[in-house]
């Protein structure tokens, strides 16, 4: 099975959607391996579980970490240039094609960016 993600509002359902998940994945004979939340609640009851949960993970592909609750940067390219090479429309549209956003976080930079450098550059 590929991982799961879920979203919910209040802090009271997040345990009754911790353990209906968990119900039913053993029921299907399908345990869940790998948990993150940046729950407080549910990070105290994964505990009591003795049962672990990372603190960093990958969500579609973004790094997010549970402690500060803050997601890391989509972008794999180092927007530094190196001293003895000049600034060229080449790396800038390399900088800006390495960005995976699945989420749409970065879209209307990135966008903004690609329409510029069509205009201005081009």
């Known amino acids: 099975m590929d991982d799961f993600l879920a979203s919910i509002e209040t802090e009271t359902c997040i345990t009754m959607v911790y353990h209906e998940i968990k119900d039913l994945m053993t029921l299907m ?29 990958a969500v579609s592909g973004i790094d997010w970490d549970t402690n500060d609750d803050t997601l890391g940067n989509a972008f794999k390219t180092s927007f530094s240039v190196a001293r003895d090479k000049p600034l060229t429309k080449r790396w800038l549209l390399c900088c800006i094609a390495s960005c995976y956003d699945p989420l749409g976080l970065f879209s209307q930079f990135i966008l903004l960016q690609k329409y510029h450098n069509k205009i201005h550059v081009s």
């Open 29 to 57: 004979k399908l345990p869940m391996e790998k948990w993150a939340t940046n729950s407080l609640k549910l990070k105290d009851v994964m505990q009591t579980n003795k049962e672990f949960h990372k603190s960093t993970t």
